[in-house]
């Protein structure tokens, strides 16, 4: 029975070669950290404290591996790496120190303590990622700032900056909307609107002029020969050219074109003569047209 057994034995290691603990091919675990801690801390810390316990230096334990390795090993997220390092920190498993040349920072330098030094697992010390060794434990000095008050002075500038862009906004849509109307009224038809351009123009002219000076500027271009000319418009109604005419009380109107006595309009491109109370196309040539 017993050279069967060593037979057996002889066959199962020529199958398959076991570690061979003598090649500097292996990195050592703490015993206690999978006997408690590893349960705790949650599986994503112990891939992380297995990544660290690989890098380690021999003598001073010290381990340097970015975040992103670590990620990269255990295919999972930098953040997730970075919550597993503020655990194992927690239960004093590691410290964690800020690595810097010239006064600038390089990479976080992590040093693995001895299961003397580790918290008790139902005892643990809430930190900040990456705190300097010296300071784990203790609570960090955070600055407050003071949000303004009511009786602040940052508060009430803002708050009438606020009240001026509403009111300024408001002036806007009024503005906008009797020169639709009137082109409604004046002229029949809707006019196009570049809200953006027209709307930022408006507040430049609302800074100079009231909303009445400009209701007024828009009824003499709507019966100005501006308008017939260069067409009508609320950006060249604003244009710097036609405020000059109407504050020079120059913004003349035009004359009424007639046909045969009749009263004649333009729109869209065409001309139209009112005959017995209709409007009618314009088919004759347009230098018979007479300015009245």
């Known amino acids: ?35 408690g801690y590893a349960r705790v801390c ?38 997730a790496v970075r919550r597993a390092i503020k655990k194992l920190a927690e239960y004093n498993i590691i410290l964690i120190e800020r690595d810097r040349i010239k006064g600038r920072f390089t990479n976080y330098i992590y040093t693995l ?31 407050v700032v003071k949000r303004p008050t009511k009786d602040n002075k940052v508060f009430k500038d803002n708050k009438d900056k606020i009240k001026d862009n509403k009111e300024s906004s408001n002036q806007v849509a009024t503005i906008r909307n009797y ?56 950006s ?4 710097a050219g036609v405020i000059n005419q109407w504050l020079s009380g120059k913004l003349e109107k035009p004359k009424k074109p007639t046909y045969n006595g009749n009263p004649m309009r333009k729109m869209y491109g065409k001309w139209y003569v009112l005959e017995r109370g209709e409007w009618k196309e314009f088919a004759d040539s347009e230098s018979k047209i007479v300015y009245i």
């Open 236 to 239: 060249i109604c604003l244009s």
């Open 113 to 143: 303590l001895d299961k003397s030094e580790w918290k008790p697992i139902n005892q643990r010390t809430k930190t900040t990622y990456g705190e300097p060794a010296d300071k784990i434990t203790t609570r960090q000095k955070t600055t």
């Open 42 to 79: 949650k599986p994503v810390a112990t891939a992380v404290y297995n990544s660290l316990c690989r890098h380690a230096e021999f003598n001073s334990q010290k381990a340097f591996p970015s975040q992103e390795l670590m990620a990269y090993q255990h295919n999972i997220s930098v953040r």
């Open 1 to 35: 029975m017993e050279k069967d057994h060593d037979k057996k034995s002889n066959n199962q290691l020529t199958l398959f070669k076991v570690r061979d603990l003598r090649q500097k091919t292996q990195y050592k675990v703490d015993d206690a950290y999978l006997n």
């Open 179 to 234: 020169f639709i109307e009137q082109c409604k009224k004046l002229k029949g038809f809707e006019p196009e609107m570049a809200f953006g351009k027209e709307g930022r123009l408006l507040k430049q002219k609302l800074k100079r002029y009231s909303v009445e000076q400009l209701k007024d500027l828009i009824d003499k271009f709507m019966r100005s020969k501006v308008g017939e000319d260069l067409g009508f418009t609320l």
